[in-house]
């Protein structure tokens, strides 16, 4: 096998809070993954993007040993025995990766590896350190005066093209370059055409800025001119490159370092990103110049700098704040230049989640409103009102979409799923609703109000004889009368009104209020059902057409239910409706076994093995204590923050998508809107009050 991932988890996210990087983002993952094979047990740099948070410019990025009198080549995914990873801080997410290795004869071998991205230029620095224990053979050898010959090699899966095309390709060639103070620096390049990275090295104890050896492959090939550099490396463990001077199509780039019998040593190599060759080159060799020292402090300057402009963490626990700094760190970490946040920063499986859901970012937004992050949110918030469907554009099932928007989007607004999902029409006006509410400023109420009167106009003509129409469900499976998506629609008419009464848009205020009410009136009717599949309980969806999982989606209880209550604010807590529902979260066939956390709905199959799993969602988890806590459990909020979510986190503190029957993370790394969740729940448990609970049906 090549050198390529397969798909995986990530436990680090590495970005600057700073645009002049290009915001690149990084990510460490650490094996074994759940989603990956398990006799891996290194770490390693993987998925790297700059400009555009959903285009990757290289995949992984392995470190290799190569010793000639064991005449091995150890890897850091494949070969390491040990790993560990970790960031500097919560509001400092330089990223420290250290794999341990034991050679054949029993000697050990570790890389020591420390990781930021630059804040001035777009370019990842990668500090490393490598020792050799002596072996037997070595030692013999070094006191009879020989040299024991040792390389560190690097290999770089390149993968701008082919993150938007599978049948697309880089180009890559080797250049030769100067810094500013007119040292000469060798770099390989790969494009393509339009994007471009540079990877260049720095060996400060000998001055060395070239590669011993470096070659451009094609991912696969074994033998002849397109000899991939992962076999030329690993495969063929003999020590040497065959070099050469170019390739193309899906490429990998490999060079070498060559430390001969030296036991001990440390080298920068850095990765410059552009939209010329020119750029990226600049890029890599001003970061090798300046020195990965000068590169960290930087670095963290700027991070603290930015946390210095928002909340700390508000609880009176200390592992608590950590969670909620390294949050609001994930989410920036996260965020594109356009002002989107992808959703999470790994790929489960083809699709990955290097995409924008409007949903996400509205609880994104309410995250970072309630951490005082206040641009981050306008920004999030004026992406959102330009990504806006503003023409007469039908979808597959010819429903008209003006007003509302795609399911899902790339980074630069291009969409990408197109299913209707109403709680991404209701919740981004509910987002403008918020964001006015808390800043107080009537110039966010003026700038967007077009944008919320469109979609507002669209939930009005999509009733169904007194209910919402069908939607897709928020878990993207199920086409039907949505329980989350009808009550989202409902809190965005009812934000809606009290801005339309704001603006003296009486008659349309009147209109918004008098339909949510009418839908709130018809809402057990349709998404609540007596007798099912665990008693009685909300469900996924009403008439469904479609549906995932082994459970019926109008009869399995469905945690997105809980956010009729918080936050869309259309269920009481303490009616039995709801209580009846939450009660039953804490039933074994819903939630994990051996960890307070509820699924999305029982028999769920949406797992890295397909078939249905013991375990839980902390997002579902953050929604039903909310609900909890609302009805009067005072602990409901504290055991979650304080017990509960620290103990779902990867390595470096970051909460995912899933855990399993014990808590451990299952799949989906740092998922942001598990972030954001964290961050709402430490608000409003501190603030003793829900935070961005949506207008009251008696508002006025």
């Not at 809980?562 to 269920?571: E, I, K, L, Q, Y």
């Not at 923050?641 to 909460?655: I, V």
Request: charged share 30%; with cysteine.
């Amino acid at each position: 096998m090549d050198g390529q991932h397969l798909p995986s988890d990530k436990d680090a996210l590495i970005s600057s809070p700073r645009e002049e990087s290009g915001y690149v983002l990084s990510t460490v993952n650490q094996y074994p993954s759940p989603a990956a094979d398990g006799d891996w047990h290194g770490a390693l740099i993987e998925e790297t993007s700059a400009f555009r948070a959903d285009v990757e410019q290289f995949g992984d990025f392995h470190t290799l040993l190569w010793d000639a009198d064991r005449e091995q080549t150890l890897d850091v995914r494949n070969d390491a025995y040990d790993s560990a990873v970790s960031t500097e801080s919560a509001r400092v997410p330089e990223t420290h990766i250290e794999n341990r290795f034991a050679f054949d004869d029993g000697t050990d071998a570790s890389l020591e590896q420390d990781v930021v991205t630059c804040v001035d230029r777009p370019a990842l620095a990668v500090h490393n350190r490598a020792s050799f224990e002596a072996s037997e053979a070595s030692e013999e050898s070094e006191a009879s005066g020989e040299s024991t010959d040792r390389t560190v090699f690097s290999v770089v899966n390149s993968s701008i093209h082919a993150g938007e095309d599978e049948e697309g390709g880089d180009r890559a060639h080797v250049v030769t370059a100067e810094d500013g103070a007119g040292d000469e620096y060798e770099c390989l390049v790969s494009t393509d055409g339009e994007r471009h990275f540079a990877v260049a090295l720095h060996r400060p104890e000998t001055g060395q800025r070239s590669f011993d050896g470096r070659r451009v492959g094609v991912l696969g090939e074994t033998e002849g001119d397109d000899k991939s550099a992962w076999h030329d490396i690993y495969g063929e463990n003999d020590g040497y490159i065959d070099s050469n001077e170019a390739g193309e199509g899906s490429i990998d780039l490999g060079f070498g370092l060559h430390v001969g019998d030296d036991r001990e040593v440390e080298w920068t190599t850095a990765v410059g990103f552009g939209r010329t060759e020119e750029e990226a080159v600049d890029a890599a060799t001003t970061t090798l110049a300046a020195g990965y020292d000068a590169e960290r402090e930087a670095f963290a300057d700027a991070w603290e700098t930015w946390h210095e402009g928002v909340a700390d963490g508000p609880t009176d626990d200390d592992a608590a704040n950590d969670m909620y700094e390294r949050s609001l760190t994930s989410i920036k970490c996260a965020q594109d230049p356009t002002g989107a946040t992808v959703a999470g920063v790994f790929e489960p499986n083809e699709q990955g989640y290097r995409f924008v859901w409007p949903r996400d970012q509205v609880f994104i937004v309410a995250a970072l409103l309630a951490a005082d992050a206040e641009t981050e949110a306008r920004e999030a918030l004026a992406w959102l009102d330009d990504k806006q469907i503003d023409d007469d554009t039908t979808d597959d099932r010819d429903i008209p979409r003006g007003g509302t928007w795609w399911q899902n989007y790339r980074s630069d607004g291009e969409p990408h799923w197109r299913a209707l999902q109403l709680d991404q029409v209701g919740g981004p006006v509910y987002a403008h609703w918020l964001v006015w509410q808390e800043t107080g400023d009537d110039a966010v109420l003026d700038d967007y109000y077009a944008m919320s009167r469109r979609a507002a106009e669209f939930l009005l003509g999509y009733d169904d004889d007194g209910f919402p129409g069908k939607s897709q469900d928020p878990w993207e499976e199920v086409w039907g009368h949505s329980t989350e998506g009808s009550a989202a629609a409902i809190a965005g008419l009812r934000a809606m009104a009290e801005m339309a009464d704001e603006r003296g848009d009486d008659a349309f205020a009147d209109d918004c209020r008098a339909t949510a009410d009418e839908w709130a009136g018809t809402f057990d009717d349709y998404c609540f059902r007596e007798d099912g599949y665990l008693g009685d309980h909300y469900v996924t969806a009403a008439a469904p057409e479609s549906g995932g999982g082994g459970v019926a989606p109008d009869e399995r209880p469905d945690a997105a239910a809980f956010m009729a209550c918080w936050p869309w604010n259309v269920v009481a807590a303490d009616g039995e409706t709801m209580r009846s529902t939450v009660e039953l979260a804490d039933d074994p066939a819903w939630r994990a076994g051996d960890t307070p956390c509820v699924g999305r709905y029982p028999e769920d199959d949406y797992t890295p093995s397909s078939e249905p799993e013991d375990g839980g969602w902390p997002i579902c988890e953050a929604f039903a204590d909310a609900v909890r806590w609302l009805d009067g459990d005072e602990d409901a909020l504290r055991d979650h923050l304080f017990d509960d979510a620290p103990t779902w986190t990867t390595a470096t503190g970051l909460l995912p998508e899933q855990v399993d029957g014990d808590g451990t993370v299952r799949w989906n790394a740092n998922l942001q809107w598990s972030q954001a969740m964290y961050v709402l729940l430490a608000e409003s448990y501190v603030r003793d009050e829900p935070y961005g609970m949506a207008p009251a049906p008696d508002a006025e």
